[in-house]
């Protein structure tokens, strides 16, 4: 009886993921290149844009102090028809902590975008690898490397890092995002557009994530899992409750007036997982946010090995549940959902082997178990085609979970041994 209860709970706790991943893969939001393809609302964008970059413009001509700045090219357009000095100046902001190996190819794909106004700032965060001279090597006007100061005793350091680029910056729109994410030449033109469409006060983009070894592609696409399985888009756009919110910190653009007025990252300057703190002081605040698919235009190699898998999710994981209590219980309902299926399947096919039976209830009972299992690796599967990921690694679910839970040990050890996570040389407490 106790078994029969447990498969009806995991059974409807699937079927729950399965529709909720559904539902999204069918409405979450992706960046596109070109709005003239979305049809009469992708008209009425431009003519609003146009009109207000007009009104705009005039204003500009009626002072005589106004002049055309550098970073406003002269024809170029985020929407065909928007001149560049109709476009918001967007601030690129990027905190930077010994990241030689990509910082360079990420400036220089930065400054060649399509979007013609724009600047960008790196933050260097006492980095002992170069990564300064690197940046400067791009040589831009539009480029902006500031040395960090000390971090203060009540401060994370990326919050700190990103709480000096946010008064740094000038820009209408402030684009928070890490020296990994790669941009596609239009990334940052979808990224505006698809802000100013959907009237954002943040908007927050997933990137496409690059895996290429098996502990990046068993790990990194559960992000996918978990965001689109777990909570349903409309629900986060249009629902107030600050609890049906989700954020990705690896792109975080805010209006700057939302931005100020939830008071920058000083707001979150001591929390670890400070996107999804920012998304709930946004709902929190009656301001708009808006979530959004990279869509191949914005992408992120995040790790490059298990080591660095192991360690960057053991860095988020528990703050990511709450506390450790929160952590096991989430522990002990994807093992109960994603991997004591396979327990059962195993067992019970042995089992029936062993008897040599046919019985007719059995049968019925492998084959509902065995369903089980064909959800979860489909609802994974769907995620996966959904964001980019590969389909195939859905079938290695179950070892998946283990991997999880060699993380989430990780992260205990962590709390245990030093009162807190280790990232980059530092305890984050």
């Not at 300064?132 to 890092?161: C, E, F, H, N």
């Not at 979150?268 to 698919?293: H, N, P, S």
């Not at 070892?399 to 999880?404: A, C, E, R, T």
């Amino acid at each position: 009886m106790a078994h029969d209860l447990i498969v009806i709970v995991v059974g409807s706790a699937l079927v729950a993921i399965t529709g909720i991943a559904i539902l999204n893969a069918l409405t979450f939001r992706r960046l596109q290149k070109d709005f003239q393809h979305e049809g009469a609302e992708g008209r009425r964008l431009t003519e609003r844009v146009a009109e207000q970059g007009q009104t705009r413009h005039a204003s500009s001509l009626q002072d005589s102090s106004s002049v055309e700045t550098p970073f406003m090219a002269s024809a170029a357009a985020v929407i065909p028809g928007v001149m560049a000095v109709n476009s918001p100046l967007v601030s690129i902001c990027i905190p930077a902590r010994n990241e030689a190996r990509v910082i360079g190819e990420t400036v220089r794909a930065l400054l060649a975008q399509t979007y013609p106004n724009l600047e960008v700032l790196i933050l260097d965060d006492g980095s002992t690898d170069g990564t300064a001279d690197i940046a400067r090597a791009a040589g831009d006007a539009r480029l902006t490397v500031l040395t960090g100061q000390s971090l203060p005793d009540d401060w994370m350091g990326k919050s700190w890092a990103c709480q000096q680029l946010g008064e740094a910056a000038r820009g209408e729109w402030l684009v928070f995002t890490d020296a990994d994410v790669r941009w596609q030449p239009d990334a940052v033109a979808a990224l505006i557009a698809a802000a100013e469409r959907t009237r954002a006060d943040l908007l927050t983009v997933w990137p496409t994530q690059t895996t290429i070894t098996w502990g990046e592609r068993l790990v990194v696409p559960l992000m996918a899992l978990v965001i689109l399985g777990y909570l349903p888009a409309l629900a986060v756009h249009h629902l107030p409750f600050a609890s049906l919110a989700a954020a990705n910190g690896q792109c975080l653009c805010f209006r700057r007036a939302a931005y100020t007025h939830i008071g920058g990252h000083a707001a979150v300057r001591k929390r670890i997982v400070e996107d999804i703190t920012f998304a709930r002081l946004i709902k929190r605040a009656g301001l708009r946010l808006r979530t959004a698919d990279g869509a191949g235009l914005i992408g992120c190699r995040m790790y490059t090995s298990w080591a660095d898998v192991r360690d960057g999710y053991a860095k988020n994981i528990i703050a990511g549940y709450g506390s450790v209590f929160g952590l096991l219980m989430g522990a002990i309902f994807h093992w109960a959902v994603f991997l004591l299926p396979w327990v059962w399947l195993i067992g019970d096919v042995a089992n029936r082997w062993g008897e040599r039976t046919t019985h007719a209830s059995s049968v019925q009972h492998i084959l509902g178990v065995a369903g089980l299992c064909a959800l979860g690796v489909g609802v994974r599967a769907l995620t996966a085609a959904t964001t980019r990921q590969r389909v195939g690694d859905a079938l290695a679910l179950p070892l998946s979970v283990l991997l999880m839970t060699r993380i989430a040990a990780q992260a205990v050890y962590w709390q245990a041994r030093y009162g807190g996570v280790r990232w980059k040389g530092r305890t984050i407490k």
